[in-house]
């Protein structure tokens, strides 16, 4: 009749800038690992809508890097 499905959260993200690749397990994580690449405020532009107690807010943080990725 129907389905039950719950959010998964991810253990680790992988993200990948230049050259440089890292696997992250936090959005604080994933947020220095920008910072790192002189992207602070890019990493505060995909974090300004995510709810960092969410059980998908690493993976979706990774969907929105790669969406900005594509768009340019």
Same mark, same amino acid.
């Given at each position: *009749?129907?389905?039950?499905?719950?959010?998964? +959260?991810?253990? !680790?993200?992988?993200?990948?800038? /230049?050259? =440089?690749?890292?696997?992250?397990?936090?959005? &604080? @994580?994933?947020? /220095? $690992?920008?910072? @790192?690449?002189? +992207?602070? +405020?890019?990493? %505060? $532009?995909? *974090?300004? =809508?995510? %709810?960092? +107690? !969410?059980? #998908?807010?690493?993976?979706? $943080?990774?969907?929105?890097?790669? *969406? #900005? &990725?594509?768009?340019?």
């Amino acid at each position: *009749m129907g389905s039950i499905s719950k959010n998964v +959260a991810a253990a !680790s993200v992988r993200i990948v800038i /230049g050259n =440089d690749e890292r696997e992250v397990k936090s959005l &604080r @994580e994933a947020r /220095g $690992f920008l910072r @790192e690449h002189r +992207a602070g +405020a890019l990493a %505060d $532009f995909i *974090m300004s =809508d995510l %709810d960092p +107690a !969410s059980p #998908v807010a690493l993976v979706a $943080f990774r969907n929105k890097l790669e *969406m #900005v &990725r594509a768009a340019l």
